[in-house]
DNA sequence: GTTTGTATCAAACGATCGTTTTAATGTCAA
DNA sequence: TTGACATTAAAACGATCGTTTGATACAAAC
């Protein structure tokens, strides 16, 4: 059993220290050993409790970056709940929430954009577990809750477009923070944060065209 | 003179070469030995020419990138230019003509956001060559134009935000369209493309509150 | 107390990395 | 034709990579 913990303890902190280093510097410019002693454990730990670099990579994903997911989408569920209908300003403001502040830490949050950028530009194996379990799904279920409350003649292609553009932007504010402070000049302090949220919203709900199609209701 | 020819003949293979592996992999999954063997050339032909890797990979971004970059922006204020008076809806248009449609190959396109988008999420020196003599200037150059024709009131940042959320998304859906046709199922035909532009520009000019929207059929 | 099985450890494996060295090749000026 | 110079070529450098091995530590089972 003190093995069993012991064992558990190891396996934590390799996906701990792993995640964040494949985040920051992308799988191939991560090294087994840069991992194992950020985690405090021998080589071979790896190969022993994961088969192979890889293997560990795709755990990551497994049991850290999904899990994270349908976190963020549980909060996104209940946040457009407490507002009542989903109205696209509901459905705005709750993915701009979700995802900018939302649950997660600002470190967590960096760490599961970053990966997630990575694999959209370059997908690995770990895609098709990002897009079968958390993508495809959540993307269905936003436009089966958009397309009654859109505009009328508003194709299905369109419709996608429209919740991938908000995601786009949701994306690169957080996997280019520091690209854009460099641009810009602005700090991810707390109060350009909120007025990023802010402007998100705002931007997402014109762009579905949902601030003309409420004011009719 | 033939001498001379000969180098440069292979400075460009292997620029042309590096710059398509680098943007496809990444600067550390790409080897010295894959870029020379695809430019079909020698081994220390990278030593030689650009004294190490990195400084290779500097060249893509001073020889290739820049140059390109400033071509776009040509063709963005040509195309703007003829539209008379920068409303916001001739900014989004032309900005998604430019990067979406403009004087690129597709090829040259993808490479060219997904160089962008790995300095973006992991900014290397090439991030200043970038961020000084392309990026900074044009959107300034954007901020100045839009001042002028946005609502009132609306302040510097959020100028900025509207300008760099447009980016988000000509970046998204240039870098990611693996991901996107992998979601979607939509293939990147030249079809969708035209209606991905129209997508944009749309999304892009409510997201700016620009009211003139019979402008856009 | 001995055996069994799990986890960790140091050490080494062959492969590949970026870079350097040294020799060969070709071209032009003198 | 010869010497100087620029470019290419093959081979090797030391370093680091992912992975494997065999020994060791240690708790639980008998």
Partial sequence: MAQKDKSDVTKEHLLNEAEGLFAQKGYNAVSVREITKAANCNLAAVNYHFGNKQNLYLEVFRARWVPRARLLQEHFRKSLAAQG???PTAVAKALAEAFLVGPLS???RHRHHQ???RELGQPTEAFELVADQVMRPFFKGLADMLRPVMPEGLGEERLMLNILSIFAMVL????ARVAV????GYEYDTAFKARLVEHIVEFSLKGLGGAEKEELR
């Fill in 172 to 175: 690169y504010f957080n996997f």
């Fill in 181 to 184: 402070t460099r641009i810009t």
């Fill in 106 to 108: 600002d470190k967590e």
């Fill in 115 to 117: 990966l997630m950028v």
């Fill in 85 to 87: 209908s989903p109205s």
